[in-house]
């Protein structure tokens, strides 16, 4: 690999969703289906507040398999929070081991409160390491 370092800003997607603590499963899911997302992050409530995350394996854990019902299940039930997240101009390398660091494949890029981006694996490898050799 090259030693010039890539940011994580240079791989990160745009595309992502952000929706309300307060949602149902359901609707948050509904969502995330129809922008093709395995994720979605979860708004601060205020500025104090921190985000959070809801995984398609949060579902599946926490609804799917005790058999409960989506639409009467809320977002902030089953997310994980606060979720772990990166600087934008951090070295792909250094987002790469703090992923396998905390058993995490997806953070949100944040600058100054807001998310700008997200970065998983995928972006790390293909976008990263294989535009850099």
Do not use: W
């Amino acid at each position: 690999m090259s030693k010039n370092k890539v940011a994580v800003t240079e791989v990160m997607e745009q595309d992502f969703l952000v929706v309300d603590g307060l949602a149902t499963v359901a609707d948050a899911l509904a969502q995330m289906i129809e922008k093709d997302l395995p994720f979605a992050f979860v708004a601060k409530r205020d500025d104090d507040d921190e985000f959070g995350i809801l995984l398609v394996s949060d579902i599946a854990k926490k609804v799917l398999a005790p058999h409960k019902a989506p639409e009467r299940i809320n977002v902030y039930e089953v997310m994980t929070k606060p979720v772990l997240s990166v600087q934008p101009d951090m070295d792909i390398r250094y987002c790469a081991r703090l992923f396998d660091n905390f058993g995490i494949s997806t953070a949100p890029v944040i600058r100054a409160g807001e998310i700008l981006g997200v970065v998983t694996y995928g972006e790390l490898v293909l976008k990263g390491l294989a535009s850099s050799t």
